[in-house]
């Protein structure tokens, strides 16, 4: 699978090399993805919502596979799921979003070890059950006290300003909205960006497969800030909170391919 994404690559890269001039990063990543069909035939996101089916339909040390699990819609259904997380569980008693249900899963019905669940098997199973949900609209609710509890917290987290440059979530995706931040301009997350559609995605930049939990610790990297654990309670509220606020927003395309 790697050696495959490798060789998509350096045909990618040869077309980033070419591209020059002041491109909007939305239509260089459509270009970009032209050029991997025209040259490959298929696309990086591709290959790993085929491996996260493989991986879906694998038997775990209890002899059952993924299809015994429930992503929120019941047992084994896929369709729109994607689109309605994070949400509450009544089995675990808290919120889950697509990869901590995913870990949820793979433990408490496949039967592996903590240990034994490895992050990049995560994220390909999350772009296969998020391809599901393409076409389909956000619908995230807040009818329990944990989904209000966990709102809170992300909308509290989402406005702090904190560590030695005083910014936050906020500084970016709201004052400095349509700002430059290199080659991307900061996307208003609150407003017509809708960014929490963006995620999960292939990011051709640096042949990255990425959740929206990799791009929430990218970000409190990128401001200087310890990243929250993978699944920890902070990465949950504020997915909680990007996601209501997203929703009605029709996911264009899962995974995505981005810049």
Known sequence: MRQSLGLLL????????????????????????ELLLSTAGIL??????M?????FHRKGPSGKTMAECDFGLGKGVLEGAAARLPRYFLDTNRVEDLDSRIVTCMTRVQGFKPEEVKRDEVVAVAFYI??????????????FPEERELYALGEKLFWARSGARDVGCATCHVSY???RAGVLSYADVL???KSWTHWPAYRYSNDRTWTMQDRIRACYGNLG???????????????????YNANGAVVEEWPAFVR
């Open 10 to 33: 350096a045909a990618l890269l040869l077309g980033v090399a070419l591209a020059q001039g002041d491109v909007d990063p939305r239509e260089e990543a459509k270009r970009q993805k």
């Open 44 to 49: 990086p996101t591709e290959l790993v919502v």
């Open 51 to 55: 491996q996260g089916e493989e991986l």
């Open 130 to 143: 998020a391809s599901k949900s393409t076409g389909h609209k956000v619908q995230v609710r807040l009818l």
């Open 177 to 179: 909205v349509g700002r």
């Open 191 to 193: 407003g017509k960006d």
């Open 225 to 243: 800030h310890p990243q929250p654990a993978l699944y920890s309670q902070p990465i949950l509220a504020l997915e909680l909170f990007l996601a």
